[in-house]
Structure formats: structure tokens, C-alpha cells
């Protein structure tokens, strides 16, 4: 049996999934890229392939994507987080129906991504210049008011009243602003639930940049808290579509993207 790997050495994680040459997910793993990526990617699908039981030998071809794609070396093939993440979606969605609208939320970045009727990148907008609108942002205050990124959306669904409105547009300043709204008695809760509007608005601002398309498709790791789901659902006044592993959407479009190269390669 043959088997295609994609490999997303991210800003903050590195995610691999396994397929068979049918495009069929096999298996994938998650782990922090820290600040060796060649090496915590070569031990993660060390670990994974160890976990499914596969031979590396096995593997028919490597595609490597994201931030740290050119570092791993022994990739077959590497290709774009835009490109990477537009056939993962439209993969990831094939149940749901055409997607149009790509939104990902990654650790350092966010983007919004338009695609045409059969699947093409017409469009793309980015924002890496700033942490606000990221996980990152959504990591910082975690981290501040004590709470895991994990429970994020169970806070978002307690509070009551009017979203707590957070201006900042840096990390850095909505720390201190956090600490301001603490300082005047505000719950985690409504804090919660403010900054994620305040991620909302900005991402829908992006989404705007490249035009809002019905078939919209949301990833990355944020898109795992509800709570940011629904209010960008909210903002956009559109429901969205959520995969069921939204971490590694990218790094399935460049294991898709390995078995097409392969039968190409391979004149099959
Ligand atoms: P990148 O591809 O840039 O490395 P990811 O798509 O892996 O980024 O997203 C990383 C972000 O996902 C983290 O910064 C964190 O905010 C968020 N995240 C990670 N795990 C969870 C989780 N279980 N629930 C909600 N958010 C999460």
C-alpha cells in the first residue's frame, strides 16, 4: 500500500495527515513547531507513522507546506498554504457542498481566500503584519485571564448582555486593555466574548477585501473555539462551515496534492 503525506510546518504547529492513494485520510498529528521545524516535523510523522503501524518506505511522496515548507528537505514537493489550504477545503467539504470562501485563522496570520467554481484561487488577502486577528491574540489573552485557548468558546457562550467592545488592535495593547476591563469588574465571560468580536470584525473586514461568497469555509486551530465561530457568523450575517479537524485542513491539501503529482509522475 502506498501512502502521501502532507506536512504544515506552521508558525505555531506543525500538522501532518497521512492518505492512501485515494485521497482517503489515514491518519494525522499535531505538535508544536517551537523552534527546530525540520526537526520536531521529522518527529512528528516519525511518531505518527509509528502510531499507524506504516513503513516509511511506504511513502510514495512528501509534500510539504506552510511557513517552514522549504526546510524540510526531503519533501518531494513544496507548494503554498494558499494552494495548500484551497484543496484541503474543498476536500474537507465535499459533503457539505462548493465552497467559495476560505477564512483561516492561523497562529501569526489570518487570510481570506476566493475560489472560482472549479476550485481555482481567484483571490486572496492576508494579514501578517499584526497579531491582532490570530491565534496569537487569542493566545495572549488565554494566558491572561487563566483560561486554556480550549475553554475560550464555553466562556464566549456564558456571557450576558452587549459584547464588551476591544478596541486594540495590537496584542500588546489589549493585554493592557484586558487588564483594564478586569479592573473594572468585568467577568471572563464578557471579555472573552468581546475580543472575539473583535476578531470578528476584523476578519470579516478581510473576507470583504476579497469578496464575501456564499460557501463559506472556515480552518486553522481558532476555528476549533465555537465561540470565535459564532460570532464571526454574527458579523458576517452568513453561516459557515466548520470541518470536523480544522487544524489540518492545509496539511490534507498537500497530501491530495502528492498523490496527484505521484500519478502524474508516475503516468498513471
Ligand atoms: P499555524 O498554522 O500558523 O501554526 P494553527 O492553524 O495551528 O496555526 O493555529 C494555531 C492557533 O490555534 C493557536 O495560536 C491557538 O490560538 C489556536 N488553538 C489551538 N488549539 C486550540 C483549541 N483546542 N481550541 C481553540 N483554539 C485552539
Known sequence: MKYFAGIDIGS??????????EKNIIGFKTSASGSMFYKYAQETLDSLLQELNIDKNDLAYIVATGYGRKLYKEADENISEITANAIGAIAAAKEYGEIKTVINIGGQDSKAISLDSEGNVV?????????????????????????????????????????????????????????????????VEDIVCGVHYSIAKRIVKLVKRVGVKEGIYFDGGPAMNEGLVNAIENELGKKIFIPKYPQVTTSYGAAIMGVDSYRYEQNL
Open 123 to 187: 483571490n486572496f488577502a492576508m494579514n501578517d503584519r499584526c497579531a491582532a486577528g490570530t491565534g496569537k491574540f487569542l493566545d495572549v489573552v488565554a494566558l491572561k485571564l487563566e483560561i486554556g485557548v480550549d475553554e475560550l468558546g464555553d466562556y464566549h457562550f456564558k456571557s450576558t448582555g452587549t459584547p464588551l467592545s476591544v478596541s486594540s488592535t495590537c496584542a500588546v495593547f489589549a493585554e493592557s486593555e484586558i487588564i483594564g476591563l478586569l479592573g473594572n469588574n468585568h467577568s
Open 12 to 21: 505555531t504547529s506543525i500538522k501532518i495527515t497521512l492518505t492512501d492513494e
